[in-house]
């Protein structure tokens, strides 16, 4: 292992048929880079086309020819809840393998991300044994009746941001249906999914039910997309891919889950708890780095709170510990790769050369680092909201504060946007929450919460942000293909067409 890390638990056990990174990068592998120290970590071998048709393949039989989706929905959840205990036992490996690839702080993914991989098996486990059909007998002569089935075998492309969280909640969900799934992990950040996967199969999995392709989006991740063997396609990532993807589907009628992007505006009333507001919006826009796509990254602060409110963000923002992920007092670690990293900072050098910004804080390289990619944390004050930091999707730490008159202002300049996933609300005044929930354009409206999900709940995006929901309805929807059965009620009258034969 090439790179020197404090690693409190110890060098992390690699994804079987991986090791660390040595010599120079071979073709037709990815090479994962640290983002703290800009050293080779690991190269990981990117799938054939042979290779992807084989995956598919060995999906396709173990849904039409395993034991998997014939057992019983209860057989189903015990396996899964095996599965729950098992992550929880690899934790801080985990946890290490995904603190190295993305740079988020390994307090935050041991603390929140692992718990919630650990979780979503739990959840949809319980899930499947409390799932009902329908009937109907309305015209009094049939009893209809309405079942659910698996689709088949899902194509699930995790994102590079939180791979564990997001790609194990579309995962459980698919399995716990009866699905085989293959999972196509970001080539950033594949570790911690190809590691999960192992883990699975040690807690119960059959064979073929989970499985891991790598590589590239733009190749292995289009044929899979475009394969005959997929039936279902869940994606997670940006809305420019997300367009792409749903045009390679388009052509086999596959059935698409998309979760894109977002500028979800955070809006702060002169109503509101001042303390909690301020903790919920720093939290709302660095927590996981910045790198999310529920970051509520356009601040839009009353004018009557709004020189105490910025002045008191500015202060706790340029107190923020940034550092070596694996730190224990770090709170915002460097930006998962070095062509992200790079994009960020073209916004930083935006923000300082318009005249349409006024930069508060940040906005530069962090100080104090002779490597790694690090970003200061940064807020800039913007005088409209139709610039163009208002309107494109940093994923970073880099927030845009705006001044506005009143609520009207506020949810006027919010649904300003073609991004929809997300909206979060300040304020103690019942009418004003009531009023914001119902006009602002997003899939969720957070008051006076940053980030918080229910697995029962949908969870999606209006406009850019994406199509179709995750959570229990919508992973049901996705997932699953509707059946109706119709059986007499009694022995029906039928004509006789073409007489009787004698």
């Known amino acids: 292992m090439k790179i020197d890390v404090n690693l409190p638990h110890g060098t992390p056990i690699l994804p ?3 090791d660390w990174a040595a010599g120079e990068a071979q073709p037709g592998q990815s090479r994962l880079i640290y983002a703290a120290t800009e050293e080779p970590l690991v190269d990981v071998p990117d799938t054939s086309e042979a290779q992807v048709d084989a995956a598919v393949a060995r999906a396709r039989h173990a849904f039409a020819n395993g034991p998997w989706r014939k057992l019983t929905a209860a057989d189903r959840a015990r396996i899964l809840a095996k599965c729950e205990a098992a992550v929880l036992a690899h934790a801080d490996e985990l946890a290490t393998l995904q603190a190295l690839e993305t740079g988020i702080p390994y307090a935050q993914i041991r603390g929140m991300h692992v718990s919630r991989t650990a979780e979503n098996f739990r959840f949809f486990g319980e899930l499947v044994t409390s799932l009902s059909g329908e009937s109907y007998e309305q015209t009094g002569r049939y009893l209809s009746i309405v079942t659910r089935e698996p689709v088949g075998v899902g194509l699930l492309i995790a994102p590079w941001n939180a791979p564990l969280v997001l790609g194990s909640m579309k995962m459980a969900a698919a399995i716990a249906l009866g699905n085989s799934v293959i999972v196509k992990p970001s080539e950033y950040a594949p570790l911690a999914i190809m590691r999960l996967v192992e883990i699975l199969e040690e807690a119960g999995l059959p064979p073929g039910v989970v ?8 190749s292995v991740g289009s044929q899979l997309v475009r394969h005959p063997g997929i039936d279902v396609v869940g994606f997670i990532g940006g809305t420019a891919t997300g367009k792409r993807i749903m045009a390679d589907a388009a052509s086999g009628l596959k059935k698409v889950g998309l979760e894109l992007g977002g500028k979800s505006a955070n809006i702060v009333l002169a109503s509101a708890d001042f303390e909690r507001a301020l903790d919920g919006t720093i939290l709302g826009f660095l927590a996981g780095n910045g790198e999310q796509c529920l970051s509520g990254s356009r601040i839009m602060v009353e004018d ?8 008191a963000l500015v202060a706790r923002v340029e107190n923020v510990k940034v550092g070596d992920p694996f730190a224990a007092d770090t709170e915002l670690g460097p930006m998962a790769f070095r062509a992200h990293y790079e994009r960020v900072l073209s916004f ?5 050369a318009s005249p349409d910004y006024r930069v508060l804080t940040g906005a530069k390289r962090a100080e104090g680092f002779e490597r790694g990619y690090y970003v200061a944390p940064t807020v800039v004050e913007a005088f409209e909201n139709s610039t163009r930091l208002c309107q494109e999707e940093v994923f970073g730490p880099f927030a845009m504060v705006q001044r506005v008159r009143d609520l009207d202002d506020a949810l006027q300049r919010a649904n300003d946007s073609e991004f929809g996933l997300v909206s979060y609300i300040w304020s103690n005044d019942l009418p004003s929450v009531m009023r914001a929930r119902r006009e602002l354009q997003a899939g969720t409206v957070w008051v006076n919460t940053p980030m918080s999900r229910d697995l029962r709940a949908p969870f999606g995006g209006y406009k850019q942000s994406g199509i179709g929901r995750d959570g229990l309805p919508g992973s049901v929807e996705l997932f699953t293909e509707e059946k109706t059965t119709m059986i007499p009620q009694e022995p029906l009258d039928l004509p006789k067409v073409g007489g009787t034969l004698s």
């Open 348 to 352: 930083a050098q935006e923000a300082h």
């Open 16 to 18: 079987h048929g991986l």
């Open 304 to 311: 009557s709170i709004a020189d105490r409110f910025i002045e």
């Open 211 to 218: 499985q891991v392709v790598t590589g590239p989006g733009a």
